[in-house]
């Protein structure tokens, strides 16, 4: 994760000069899926540069506590805030109300400062982050970003090579 965030942040801050001259950022959107959700939101909320927008797909935030219609089974609980905890700094897996895991938390930066207008966020009912993707979507809104939320039952399906195609 701290290479695709390295890179990105390269990108949003122009520092590469091809880029820097004929890039459009006013165009530019940042996406991601699952963790990489959670990524796009931060580099956007961290960046000085505006861009168009953003499409997280199945975000990974989670918090301490359980909101309405959370996962309260405490030994699947306790395995994603242990997974939280493995992948992050020491500094923001200290506290599974950090910003960079809940964007809604209190204290949390208001997303009002995020680095865009538009946002797409798609969430899946059976997905245990469900309902703070939700949460994050209504925030979103309340914060007066224009956001639209596409919900299904299951995962969106991504077909990454094409050998994995059904011949006809």
Same mark, same amino acid.
């Given at each position: +994760?701290? &290479?695709?965030f390295s890179?990105?942040?390269? @990108?949003?801050?122009?520092? *590469? !000069?091809w880029?820097a001259?004929? %890039?459009?950022?006013e165009?530019?959107f940042v996406?991601?899926d =699952?963790?990489?959700a959670?990524?796009a939101?931060?580099?956007t909320m961290k960046?000085g540069v505006? @861009?168009?927008?953003?499409?997280l797909?199945h975000p990974?935030?989670?918090? $301490?506590?359980? @909101? ?5 089974n !405490?030994l699947?609980?306790? +395995?994603l805030?242990?997974a939280?905890?493995?992948?992050s #700094?020491d500094?923001?897996s #200290? =506290?599974?109300d950090?910003p960079s895991?809940?964007? &809604?938390?209190e204290? /949390?930066? *208001?997303l009002?400062?995020? %680095?865009?207008?538009?946002?797409m ?5 059976l *997905?245990?982050?469900?309902f703070?993707?939700?949460?994050y979507y209504? $925030?979103?809104?309340e #914060?007066?970003?224009? $956001? /639209? &939320?596409l919900?299904?039952t299951?995962? @969106?399906?991504r077909i990454r090579?094409? #050998?994995?195609? !059904?011949?006809?």
């Amino acid at each position: +994760m701290n &290479v695709v965030f390295s890179i990105t942040n390269r @990108i949003l801050s122009r520092a *590469d !000069p091809w880029l820097a001259e004929r %890039g459009d950022y006013e165009r530019l959107f940042v996406a991601g899926d =699952s963790a990489g959700a959670n990524t796009a939101h931060n580099l956007t909320m961290k960046r000085g540069v505006r @861009i168009e927008g953003m499409i997280l797909a199945h975000p990974y935030f989670w918090g $301490a506590t359980p @909101i309405d219609g959370e996962i309260k089974n !405490p030994l699947v609980r306790l +395995m994603l805030d242990w997974a939280w905890r493995v992948v992050s #700094s020491d500094e923001i897996s #200290s =506290s599974l109300d950090h910003p960079s895991i809940n964007p &809604v938390a209190e204290g /949390a930066p *208001d997303l009002a400062g995020l %680095g865009c207008e538009r946002a797409m966020v798609f969430l899946a009912e059976l *997905d245990p982050w469900h309902f703070r993707g939700r949460a994050y979507y209504e $925030a979103l809104t309340e #914060s007066g970003k224009e $956001a /639209a &939320v596409l919900q299904s039952t299951c995962f @969106i399906l991504r077909i990454r090579r094409r #050998s994995w195609l !059904p011949r006809l």
